[in-house]
Each structure stands twice: as C-alpha cells, then as structure tokens.
C-alpha cells in the first residue's frame, strides 16, 4: 500500500481509522461486501492491527450479484486477510420474501448472527461494517438491526463522507476506489411484491446487458412487474439517448420477460423505491430521538 504522507486529509482521516481499530483491538470481524466503504474499513484495520487479526466475511447469496462476490475475493486477497465466505439464502424467510418495508431489518438481523458465530469461533473482540455518514440518512431500517446487534460502523462514528472514504481508498491503491455503489438486487423490487429468485436473477441479467450495450457503470432495473424502469447515473443518461441504444436495451430487456422499458428521466438516486414510503426509518432522526435531542 501507498505510505500515507503529512498533511494529506486522506491521510489524516485514514490514521485516525487506524487508531480506532487500534483502541479496539483484534481480532475484528469485518462484514465485508467488497464494496468501497467495507474495503476501506478492511484496509485500515489490516494497516492497524495486521492481516492475521481481519478476518473479512462475506455472503455468497442470491440477493447479490455474483460479480460483488468477486469484487470481494479480488480485495480480501490484495490485503492478505483470512475470507469467511458464508453462503446464506434470505428466500427462505418469509419475513424478507413478503418485501415489507422493513425487508432490511430482518435480512441484516439474520446476518449478524452468523457474523457473531464467526467472531466466536475466531475470539474476534468486535463485529464492523462498512456504513458511512452519509447512510444515516433516508430509509435504513438495517442500521437498527446494527445498532440493536452492537455491530461499529467506524466510518459512520468518525464523520466519514463517501467521498472520504473514496479518496482514502485511492490513496490506499484499492482497486475498486471508484466503483459505483451497488446494493441488495431486492431493492429493486417494489414493497409488498413477493422476492423471488427468478425475478432476482432477471434483475441482475438486466443490469449488465445495460451496461455492457450503454457503458454506464451506474445502473438500476428496477422491476415492476410487466414495466422495466431503468435509472443510469445522471451523468450517464446521454449514453441511453441514441435510437440504437434504445433499440438494443429495450429489445434484450423484453427478451428477459418485460412487456414494457422505460428509462427514468431523474436518472439514479439511491432509495428510490423509498420515495412511495409514508413513514421511513431514518437512523439520523432515530439517534436524535435516543438522545433527547431535537
């Protein structure tokens, strides 16, 4: 890795990572989903306390894409760390099939647990995520089930912004420092449609015949029902905008089962399947509340 240098803040903000996963202490579970966020917390626990202390556990489930699992094992092995690898099938509860809006808070409660089972084996002194600042906001009815389970989010405690941690992962010479974000496939369906693993796998098929025919790296299909809603990075939506490209994306999307494809005009936007939620459960208010604050 890149030797950290005086009076850089991505620098700065990385040791004061480090010196939190040093007051810790090891050995440290990670939940680690190869993402940027989780691969910057893996990082500086390993810079902290040593590969042989990191143990980062990642689940192989239908819920995810199969290119985040490589991500995952690419990452795990730069860093040298000992990769729990858990494979894990959220369709067989019902709370998390039926897709209320809660969906979130049942899948991360049942993966802490396994988490724990993992810190037990190991002696690990501590579960961590990869959660940021930035997350406490909106619909995040998983960061409960975190807080509930005693799970750290030392990102989130140390005021980092996703762009901080992007720009420590570039300085650590990550590979992934600038991949877009990629959440659970099932966020893709509308609350209250039933979670299949038929529609998981069209969703994912979906989403890289987009980029592979458009070359946007941020993509969503999002799945409802006969109608295929398409949002790209707000930047990228010039790449749908040729009659070509059109053609192609609408003609593999309805070779995958949609009747109808339809291109978001707002482009991507993190939560927008929140946007029809009257009440949403938003841990910035939640941790005000629990503090008396107002």
Not at 111 to 120: C, D, F, T
Not at 255 to 275: C, I, K, T
Request: aromatic share 6%.
């Amino acid at each position: 890795m890149p030797v950290a240098y005086e009076g850089d803040p991505a620098a700065e903000k990385l040791g004061r990572l480090a010196e939190w996963f040093k007051a810790v202490g090891g050995p440290v579970i990670v939940a680690f989903s190869g993402g940027v966020d989780s691969s910057v917390v893996l990082a500086a626990a390993v810079r902290a306390l040593g590969p042989s202390q990191v143990y980062a556990v990642t689940a192989d489930s239908p819920i995810h894409p199969r290119s985040e699992l490589e991500w995952a094992k690419r990452v795990a092995g730069l860093l040298g760390v000992n990769h729990v690898i858990i494979t894990t099938n959220e369709l067989e509860d019902e709370n998390f099939v039926s897709n209320p809006p809660l969906r979130c808070y049942y899948c991360k409660k049942a993966m802490i647990r396994l988490l724990k089972g993992v810190a037990e084996r190991v002696g690990a002194k501590v579960v961590v995520d990869g959660t940021n600042s930035e997350d406490l906001g909106g619909h995040r009815p998983g960061y409960l089930a975190l807080q509930e389970e005693g799970v750290r989010s030392p990102l989130a405690e140390l005021g980092f912004t996703k762009s901080d941690t992007r720009r420590v992962a570039k300085l650590l010479g990550l590979p992934n420092w600038d991949k877009p974000p990629m959440a659970c496939l099932a966020t893709r369906i509308p609350y209250g449609q039933r979670i299949t693993l038929e529609r998981l796998k069209r969703i994912e098929a979906a989403e890289e015949a987009v980029r592979a025919l458009t070359g946007a790296r941020q993509v969503r299909v999002r799945d409802h029902g006969d109608i295929a809603r398409i949002e790209v990075g707000r930047g990228e939506r010039r790449l749908l905008f040729s009659e070509e490209a059109m053609d192609e994306v609408a003609r593999r999307l309805k070779q995958l089962g949609w009747r109808y494809v339809a291109l978001d005009l707002e482009g991507y936007r993190s939560g927008s399947m929140d946007e029809v939620l009257a009440e949403k459960v938003s841990p910035r208010a939640w941790r005000a509340s629990s503090s008396g604050t107002s």
